[in-house]
């Protein structure tokens, strides 16, 4: 908690905040951001004639450290009529984590589940070898700023408000640290192709409290904000055959909750595309039991259905929106061990696992989740996508622009490709290419109009 709060802060606010800190006779916030840009503008430049590469993201989820925070006030456990998601563990304060960072031993409350539903809260002891992270064993740059002061016998807080205000002014974190952050971020990849698109990212808990980019962000700029199902990624906990009025309530909630996220693009830079740049579903639901079933000897998509059904309301929901997306992630050394997961934080996010192998899927995890027709390119505007998995049957509805070069496309994945697709056009006219090879269904219109099509895909 220390490292991290104090490492984003002084990466996006330390010239604000902490304006003596310095590194080799430069600001520590400058000091990070020019490597970071210098690290970026290098890479742009090795790819920079490369036709498919479109553009750059700006930093992962990035964090705001602790600007915004009190010191020393941290959240009260919720009552148990409370459902929505809640982070368990230890619950640090800027004060907690500074006093730790300094070598002094730190008292944390730490949340946990009780078994009727409420939070239990115990108190966890941190730092008891009194080990400090800084040169010298401090002060640090903040008890310098005048944030706190370690004393002799005890710590103090000195300015509650240390991360909320500066200079009697309240800090608006996208706005005086973002904003500046996504335009050096553009001039840092367009010095290399003017072209490239922004695809840009703010802390996606910021979202969830009803923030959004600042007012003026680059031209060409792409909302790539990331989005989760909290509740399912946090308990990892569902129904392991959820039944048809869970899949409806899950898609009443996606919905709402992604198409919030189109009206964050449709107000950048007043209006943008939105791609949602990272999404996924746990398959270590309840304990491992996909796990289980597996090594005991099933070897069927039932052991997957929970995270199959989950992924499909996901896609559906992204489907009715339009939205473009990024699924979150194939790992490749990826095993069904809940020590490890995809060995990124426990999380086991990935669609692949080598115990999965040999198999049908050939290691591939709730594959008829994710595996699916998909408008890929279209020539004109789309105006409705719609996969049914039941049915067997993707829809789709195109108000063709012959002016566009390009054909549309359809992918149509090689477990439905086997043999030519039986599709049934409606509407403008269209000439049509299968190349099973490729898994591609082109249609290609001489003249203005819809078309409507109907797949069926077995």
Known sequence: ????????????????????????????????????????????????????????????????????QKMSQRPAPPPISDHSPLRLGPMWTPFDGLRAARGLTTKVPFYSRAADGSIAVHEV??????????????????????????????????????????????IDHERDFMQPFFHRMA???????????????INPHLIAQGRSFPKDMPPATINASHWYDLALLWSKRSPSTPNAAHQTEKRKLYGLQLAYFRTIGERLNGGAPTLIGEFGVPFDLNDGESFHRWSAGERNSAVWQAQALALQSVYDTLDTLLLSSTQWNYTASNRN?????????????????????????????????????????AQGRILQVHYSQ???????????DPEIEGD???????????????????????????????????LRAAAAGIVEGVLHCR
């Open 390 to 400: 039941d049915e067997g049957v993707f829809r789709f509805s195109i108000d063709l």
């Open 337 to 377: 061990d809940l020590r490890v997961g995809d060995g990124w934080n426990q999380e086991d996010l990935s669609i692949f696992s080598c115990d999965q192998q040999p198999g049908d899927d050939d290691g591939g995890r709730a594959v008829a989740g994710f595996c699916r027709p998909y408008l890929q390119r």
């Open 1 to 68: 908690m220390a490292a991290n709060g104090i490492m984003w802060t002084a990466f996006f606010a330390g010239a604000t905040l902490t304006p003596q800190w310095q590194v080799d006779g430069e600001n520590v916030q400058h000091y990070l951001q020019r490597h970071y840009f210098g690290a970026v503008a290098a890479i742009a430049k090795r790819v920079a004639s490369l036709p498919n590469v479109i553009g750059f993201d700006s930093l992962n989820e990035p964090g705001i450290g602790w600007v915004g």
């Open 408 to 442: 549309t496309e359809i992918f149509i994945p090689a477990r439905f490709a086997r043999t030519a697709p039986s599709i049934a056009l409606s509407g403008a006219a269209v000439q049509q290419q299968h190349s099973p090879d490729r898994q591609l269904l082109k």
């Open 125 to 170: 002891e941190y730092n008891s070898s009194r080990t400090s992270i800084w040169l010298s064993d401090g002060p640090d740059p903040f008890e310098q700023a005048g944030a706190w002061r370690a004393g002799e016998t005890a710590a103090q807080v000195v300015d509650e408000d240390f991360f909320i205000k500066n200079a009697g002014q309240r």
């Open 187 to 201: 001039a840092a990849i367009r010095s290399h192709n003017p072209d490239w698109l922004l695809f840009a990212e």
